[in-house]
C-alpha cells in the first residue's frame, strides 16, 4: 500500500517498519475528546496501518541531509518553506523532544529556523564549489612545483648566461663635472651616449661619442658605437676614466673621402681601377687590399730618440721599410698588429714625450695598462696626414662595422621623417603673410617679399626696445646693454679662454668645415674672436665693435655688414659666407653633467 503524497521508498524505510512492528495499538491510535476514532478511517486497512507523526519525521530528516549536502553550492540566503527567511525562535517543547545531541544543522527541520551564514564565509564556500566545479587542467611544469622545489624560481636557477650583470661607471665631461651612470654589460657605447643625452636634456643630432681617456699616458681616443663599454672598461687603469664630447668628424671619412685620402698615400695591392669613387669600397670589401704608406716619424722602444721612416699600413698590421722605401718583403719589419690594439691621438705629445711635432698618434695593446715603453708612438708632419692614418687604422680593423655604424641614425631618421619636424596645426597652414602698412590690409602674393617683411618683424623688437629707452634709462632691455650679454646665453660663446685652448677644443670635437666658437679678445677687451676650421686648418677673425648714430655694433668685415649683438651676427653667417672661407655650421659646445 502507498500513501497519497508520499513516494514509495518511505514505505520500505527501516525505520518506518520498524516503528511499525514497535509501536503499540494505543499509541497509534490515541483516544481523546474531539478527535475521530482512526479505526474508521482504517477500517478497511487495518493490516497496513502507519505512524504518519514517524514518516513525517522521516521525510525531515531526509530533506535535512538533502540541504546540507547542497547547502556548500548554494550562493543565496536559505530560506524556509514558502520563500520565508529564517528568524530566530525559541524551540516549541514537545512530547518528541527527546533526541540525540547533534549539530543544529543537522536537526535543521520545517519548523525550526535556519542559520544564515555569514557574507564572507558564503563567499568562500562559493569560492570553493566554484574552483572544484572547473575541468581539471594538467600541469606541463610538474618538477617545478614538487615537494623537494618551490613553485617559483629561485635567484640562482636561470644561467649565468641569461642574467643581467649591471656595473657603475663614471662619466665626466669638459667642464669637469661627472655622472655615476648603472649600465648593463651588454651596452654599446651608442646605448650610453643616448642616455647621457637625455639625462642632461641635449640634443641627440648623432655626434656625442665616448671618449677614453688615458691622463697618465697622455691618450684619448673616441669609442666606436658598436664598442661595449664594460668590455672596453676592463683594459684601462685606475686612472684612465670616460668623457662625453662632441664628434662632428666621427663619420666624416664617408661624406668627403678626398679631404681625408690623398691620392699619394693610397695604393692597392692588387689589380684595381684605384678611383676615388670606389675608395670606400675597397676599404670595406675584405677581398681588396689597399694600402696607406708615407713618411712618419717612429720613436724607438725603450728610447727617447726619434726616427723618420717609410712606414705602410695594411690589414695585417704597421710595417716600415728598413731599405729607403722600399716595400719588399724582406724589407718590411712590423711594428705594431691591428688584432689586439687601438690607435690613440697623443694629448701633449712634445712635452711628454718629446714629439716633434704636435700631431702625434699612437698604437696601444689592450693589454697594456700602465708600461708606456710597450706604447707604438708616431708622429706625423700636419693634421691631414695624421687624420688619414688614423682612418686608415679604423677602416682596416673594423671595415663594414663602421659602415653600419654611420648608416643606422640616417635609417632612424628615415623611419622618424615625418617626425622630426614640429607638426604645425591646421590653423597655422592657413596662415597667410599680410601688409597692414596701408589703411587696409592685403595679402602679400609675393614669396621673395612676405620673406623680408617676416624678417623685417622679428628684428622690430630691437626698434621699439630703442624708442622705448629713448631717455636713456639704462634698464635691463637698454639696447647697449643687451647687446654686449646676451650672446652669453650661447652654448658657441665660450667666455675668456686662451687662443689654444680654442684651438684645442676644435681639435678634440672635429675638424670638419664649419666648426666654430666665439671667445673674448685677449688683445682688446671691447672685441670677440671667431674661431673657426676649414679644410681642417684653424683660422681666427676678429669681431670688433663700432658705433652709428649713438648704438654700438659689431662687425667682421670693418664696418661694411653691420649687427646689432652678436646672435645677429652668427645667424647672419650661418646662412651666408660673406668674408669668410664657408659658412658657419657646426657650435662646439660643453655640457654639465
Known sequence: MALAGCPDSFLHHPYYQDKVEQTPRSQQDPAGPGLPAQSDRLAHHQEDDVDLEALVNDMNASLESLYSACSMQSD???????????????????????????????????????????????????????????????NPFPELCGPGSPPVLTPGSLPPSQAAAKQ???????????????????????????????????????????????????????????????????????????????????????????????????????????????????????????????????????????????????????????KGTSKEPRHLQLLADLEDSNIFSLIAGRKQYSAP???????????????????????????????CWMTAFRLLKYGMLLYQNYRIPQQRKALLSPFSTPVRSVSENSLVAMDFSGQTGRVIENPAEAQSAALEEGHAWRKRSTRMNILGSQSPLHPSTLSTVIHRTQHWFHGRISREESHRIIKQQGLVDGLFLLRDSQSNPKAFVLTLCHHQKIKNFQILPCEDDGQTFFSLDDGNTKFSDLIQLVDFYQLNKGVLPCKLKHHCIRVAL
Not at 512530547?95 to 558564503?122: F, K, M
Not at 562559493?126 to 572544484?132: E, V
Open 76 to 138: 543565496t540566503v536559505p530560506l524556509l518553506q514558502n520563500g520565508q527567511h529564517a528568524r530566530s525562535q525559541p524551540r516549541a517543547p514537545g512530547p518528541r523532544s527527546v533526541q540525540p545531541q547533534v549539530s543544529p544543522r543537522q536537526r535543521v527541520q520545517r519548523s525550526q529556523p535556519v542559520h544564515i551564514l555569514a557574507v564572507r564565509r558564503l563567499q568562500e564556500e562559493d569560492q570553493q564549489f566554484r574552483t572544484s566545479s572547473l575541468p581539471a587542467i594538467p
Open 357 to 387: 711635432t704636435d700631431h702625434g698618434l699612437c698604437i696601444k695593446p689592450n693589454k697594456v695598462r700602465n708600461e708606456a715603453k710597450e706604447l707604438r708612438l708616431l708622429c706625423a708632419e700636419d693634421e691631414q696626414t695624421r687624420t
Open 168 to 322: 657603475d661607471v663614471k662619466v665626466f665631461s669638459e667642464d669637469g663635472t661627472s655622472k655615476v651612470v648603472e649600465i648593463l654589460a651588454d651596452m654599446t657605447a651608442r646605448d650610453l651616449c643616448q642616455l647621457l643625452v637625455y639625462k642632461s636634456h641635449c640634443v641627440d643630432d648623432n655626434s656625442w661619442t665616448l671618449v677614453e681617456h688615458h691622463p697618465h699616458l697622455g691618450l684619448e681616443r673616441c669609442l666606436e658605437d658598436h664598442e661595449l663599454v664594460v668590455q672596453v672598461e676592463s683594459t684601462m687603469a685606475s686612472e684612465s676614466k670616460f668623457l662625453f664630447r662632441k664628434n662632428y668628424a666621427k663619420y666624416e671619412f664617408f661624406k668627403n673621402p678626398m679631404n681625408f685620402f690623398p691620392e699619394q698615400m693610397v695604393t692597392w695591392c692588387q689589380q684595381s681601377n684605384g678611383s676615388q669613387s670606389q675608395l670606400l669600397q675597397n676599404f670595406l670589401n675584405s677581398s681588396s687590399c689597399p694600402e696607406i704608406q708615407g713618411f712618419l716619424h717612429v720613436k724607438e722602444l725603450g728610447k727617447k730618440s726619434w726616427k723618420k721612416l717609410y712606414v705602410c699600413l695594411r690589414r695585417s698590421g704597421l710595417y716600415c721599410s728598413t
